[in-house]
């Protein structure tokens, strides 16, 4: 499994419009997707870390140059501070429910 981790700040007063628009956007599941995650810091709840897994390598590649991903980012883009920090890497170890 391959994916990746990302820091994003949101603007202040439009955290709950971004996370409702990641609720509907994450109706359609990506190819090759395997689970994703959203954290919403306690110590600053403007700060979101998405950790999204995908089958392989290949298939997060693949989905990261579909132009449907890329619009996504975009519109999501609009809700942040600046840049989000993206972490790409290997998933090492993963303990699923019932394991």
């Given amino acids: 499994m391959y994916g990746t981790v990302a820091r994003i ?3 202040p007063g439009k955290v709950e ?3 409702a628009r990641v609720r509907e956007l994450s109706a359609v599941k990506d190819p ?5 995650y959203f954290y919403q810091m306690d110590e600053d709840p403007n700060i979101i870390y998405m950790a999204v897994v995908f089958e ?3 298939a997060y590649r693949a989905n990261s140059e579909r132009p449907e991903t890329h619009a ?3 519109e999501l883009s609009e809700f942040a501070v600046g840049q989000p920090e993206w972490h790409d890497g290997t998933v090492v170890i993963a303990h699923e429910e019932g394991n």
Avoid: K
Wanted: hydrophobic residues 40%; without cysteine.
């Fill in 72 to 74: 996504r980012a975009m």
């Fill in 17 to 19: 419009q971004f996370l």
């Fill in 56 to 58: 392989s390598r290949e």
């Fill in 32 to 36: 090759g997707l395997v689970n994703e």
């Fill in 9 to 11: 700040q949101i603007q």
